[in-house]
């Protein structure tokens, strides 16, 4: 196949995914009605065909954390509900890697550079244009 041929099969089948998933969430939305989930945790379910339906709640939580800091001021560290994160400046570091060599073979030993999935977009041309 060349590469019209493949782009134009690209689009059908991301189109027929597109389908697919929006009809799987539609039968997620019924099943959790059929079969209420926890809030939190996970449950199972043996249907009288044999199959078995594990479903996940969870919650996500979200925080002010400059009011929860100052809510908690007076609380002991270890039952203060925050956590500092640390974690590598990706945008720095490939200006480093870019722009100053000399830097990067300094830190080089420390970080682990792996390509990532390269994403893929079809566009269909506009029509009647």
């Known amino acids: 196949m060349?590469?019209?041929?493949?782009?134009?099969?690209?689009?059908?089948?991301?189109?027929?995914?597109?389908?697919a998933i929006a009809h799987r969430l539609d039968i997620e939305q019924l099943i959790l009605k059929a079969l209420p989930a926890k809030e939190e945790g996970t449950s199972s379910t043996l249907l009288t065909n044999g199959f078995k339906v594990r479903m996940t709640g969870k919650l996500t939580y979200k925080a002010d954390v400059d009011r929860l800091l100052a809510l908690t001021a007076s609380w002991p560290a270890e039952a203060k509900p925050v956590k500092t994160k640390v974690e590598a400046d990706?945008?720095?570091?490939?200006?480093?890697?870019?722009?100053?060599?000399?830097?990067w073979r300094q830190i080089a030993p420390a970080i682990s550079v792996k390509p990532a999935k390269t994403y893929i977009v079809v566009e269909e041309p506009a029509h009647g244009i």
């Open 2 to 19: 060349n590469a019209e041929q493949l782009a134009n099969e690209w689009i059908r089948a991301k189109a027929e995914e597109n389908k």
């Open 90 to 103: 990706e945008s720095l570091l490939k200006q480093i890697r870019t722009d100053r060599p000399d830097l």
